[in-house]
């Protein structure tokens, strides 16, 4: 070996030696932003502050009253910013809520449902941790033998790979398009707003229940949480930066209300919005349609009431039986397959004079 190319290797070896592990390197996903939360969260104050004053032009955000509305089978919340009676800006984010089984399918769990109620945000948090709910258990191989010069499996045993309460690294989920892809979860883009919700019928209140990011963005439009209302990242960290822009972190200075509600039939300009009864609570669809017009629903031809919300119903069963059958087997949710949950139906296909 020549003096020179003993050099080169010995400071490759110098080199590899001095890099960082690929378990110490920083993981990057193109999930997240590639910049510095910090910094960006500070540049993007100004540009915040003026898209919560909206029309408002003359008004500071702390001068405003904020507002967060989740109408829970509808998966979309909606922040309101307000100066008295004017509305200066709103902004409309679709959400997951919890779930209503305790694993979509058999035993019921409402502890896991998002709480209807009223209440307050309490913090914003930069970055929390998501731990394992239960305990992981996955079949993997214990035994091959050779078959045909190749190893095949023989022997298969569930093992423990995730215990109660163990912060998650990592998650298995899709790209948009439907393809798995595992994700490293980088906490510190995983931002959350505390809420603090006086269910309906209890006297105390409830923290437990957050809105944050989500790194499974095929379950928005789903109920699929353990309580939690779930964002996806980007859009987290928009609605982050709206709520009390000039606060980094921290307790909530500024009050901004919250209500969460459970509508499964709303109005919509000249249409109804009927939503899938996801928490099975019953509802009468047909006295519902008919309460949202008051005395003129009176009017509303009983027949074709009967044949939209039968029509509805139908859709919604098998809809929401096939996205609780990919929740709990992790496979891929389409938007198209979330569209079934909800059932549009113009006003004038109601019968009577209701304008």
Same mark, same amino acid.
């Given at each position: 070996?020549?003096?020179?190319?003993?050099?080169?290797?010995?400071?490759?070896?110098?080199?590899?030696?001095?890099?960082?592990?690929?378990?110490?390197?920083?993981?990057?996903?193109?999930?997240?932003?590639?910049?510095?939360?910090?910094?960006?969260?500070?540049?993007?104050?100004?540009?915040?502050?003026?898209?919560?004053?909206?029309?408002?032009?003359?008004?500071?955000?702390?001068?405003?009253?904020?507002?967060?509305?989740?109408?829970?089978?509808?998966?979309?919340?909606?922040?309101?910013?307000?100066?008295?009676?004017?509305?200066?800006?709103?902004?409309?984010?679709? =959400?997951? $809520?919890? &779930?209503?089984?305790?694993?979509?399918?058999? /035993?019921?769990?409402?502890?896991? !449902? #998002?709480?209807?109620?009223?209440?307050?945000?309490?913090?914003?948090?930069?970055?929390?941790?998501?731990?394992?709910?239960?305990?992981?258990?996955?079949?993997?191989?214990?035994?091959?033998?050779?078959?045909?010069?190749?190893? =095949?499996? $023989?022997? &298969?045993?569930?093992?423990?790979?995730?215990? /109660?309460?163990?912060?998650?690294? !990592? #998650?298995?989920?899709?790209?948009?398009?439907?393809?798995?892809?595992?994700?490293?979860?980088?906490?510190?883009?995983?931002?959350?707003?505390?809420?603090?919700?006086?269910?309906?019928?209890?006297?105390?209140?409830?923290?437990?229940?957050?809105?944050?990011?989500?790194?499974?963005?095929?379950?928005?439009?789903?109920?699929?949480?353990?309580?939690?209302?779930?964002?996806?990242?980007?859009?987290?960290?928009?609605?982050?930066?709206?709520?009390?822009?000039?606060?980094?972190?921290?307790?909530?200075?500024?009050?901004?209300?919250?209500?969460?509600?459970?509508?499964?039939?709303?109005?919509?300009?000249?249409?109804?919005?009927?939503?899938?009864?996801?928490?099975?609570?019953?509802?009468?669809?047909?006295?519902?349609?008919?309460?949202?017009?008051?005395?003129?629903?009176?009017?509303?031809?009983?027949?074709?009431?009967?044949?939209?919300?039968?029509?509805?119903?139908?859709?919604?069963?098998?809809?929401?039986?096939?996205?609780?059958?990919?929740?709990?087997?992790?496979?891929?949710?389409?938007?198209?397959?979330?569209?079934?949950?909800?059932?549009?139906?113009?006003?004038?296909?109601?019968?009577?004079?209701?304008?």
């Amino acid at each position: 070996m020549n003096f020179k190319r003993g050099v080169a290797l010995t400071s490759l070896l110098v080199s590899l030696l001095a890099a960082p592990s690929s378990a110490d390197r920083p993981k990057h996903h193109p999930l997240y932003p590639q910049r510095d939360p910090v910094i960006a969260y500070d540049e993007q104050v100004t540009e915040n502050s003026q898209a919560v004053a909206g029309r408002c032009k003359d008004v500071l955000p702390g001068q405003l009253e904020q507002s967060i509305h989740l109408n829970i089978p509808n998966f979309t919340l909606h922040l309101e910013n307000r100066r008295g009676d004017e509305l200066c800006s709103s902004y409309s984010f679709p =959400v997951r $809520v919890g &779930r209503h089984w305790e694993k979509h399918f058999g /035993k019921v769990k409402r502890a896991m !449902e #998002t709480p209807v109620g009223e209440g307050v945000l309490v913090d914003k948090k930069w970055s929390g941790v998501f731990r394992y709910f239960d305990n992981v258990w996955k079949m993997k191989c214990v035994e091959y033998e050779k078959q045909k010069g190749k190893s =095949v499996c $023989v022997s &298969r045993r569930k093992v423990l790979v995730h215990r /109660k309460d163990e912060i998650i690294r !990592e #998650t298995s989920t899709f790209t948009d398009s439907g393809q798995p892809m595992t994700v490293p979860i980088e906490y510190k883009w995983m931002h959350s707003l505390g809420m603090k919700i006086y269910p309906e019928g209890k006297s105390d209140y409830t923290t437990r229940c957050v809105i944050h990011a989500t790194t499974d963005s095929h379950t928005v439009g789903n109920a699929a949480s353990h309580c939690c209302v779930g964002l996806r990242i980007d859009d987290m960290l928009k609605l982050y930066g709206l709520v009390s822009p000039e606060q980094q972190r921290g307790e909530i200075s500024q009050q901004v209300s919250l209500r969460i509600e459970y509508k499964v039939v709303e109005r919509d300009g000249d249409a109804l919005l009927l939503h899938a009864d996801i928490y099975d609570r019953k509802e009468d669809y047909g006295a519902l349609i008919r309460s949202e017009f008051g005395a003129v629903g009176e009017d509303l031809d009983p027949a074709r009431v009967d044949a939209v919300v039968n029509a509805a119903k139908l859709q919604f069963d098998a809809a929401y039986k096939n996205v609780r059958r990919k929740l709990l087997q992790d496979r891929f949710i389409t938007r198209e397959e979330v569209a079934q949950l909800h059932y549009r139906v113009p006003i004038v296909e109601l019968g009577g004079d209701l304008f």
